[in-house]
Nanobody
């Protein structure tokens, strides 16, 4: 079955960096777009970054709130997608989710917690 699993969340100081990873299985990874979302306490889950599939060149897109600070990348050989987060701010504190969409269903991982605090 389709599975995505995030890892790498941690407590980090403002201005610091963190790298999140997502391992995917159960589907043809290279033909699927992959995305990262986050959900801060008391808010709705929101999209922050995505990378298109192998055949469209892995084009990346970012929400305004993270553009220039976060970088999404994918390894089609390992079926993984990463989110490199730099210049972290307290408002980046959230649960981060990896996600893919296929056959009219959006799949989510269990999430990984990122806390940005001094």
């Amino acid at each position: 079955q389709v599975q995505v699993a995030e890892s790498g969340g941690d407590l980090v100081q403002p201005g610091g960096s963190l790298r999140l990873s997502c391992a995917a299985s159960g589907f043809a990874f290279r033909v699927n777009a992959m995305s990262w979302y986050h959900q801060a306490p008391g808010t709705e889950r929101e999209w922050i970054a995505s990378t298109s599939n192998y055949y469209t060149g892995g084009t990346t897109n970012y929400a305004d709130s993270v553009r220039g600070r976060f970088t999404i990348s994918r390894d089609n050989n390992k079926s993984t997608v990463t989110l490199q987060m730099n210049s972290l701010k307290p408002e980046d504190t959230a649960v981060y989710y990896c996600s893919t969409y296929l056959q009219n269903t959006r799949y989510w991982g269990q999430g990984t917690h990122v806390t940005v605090s001094a």
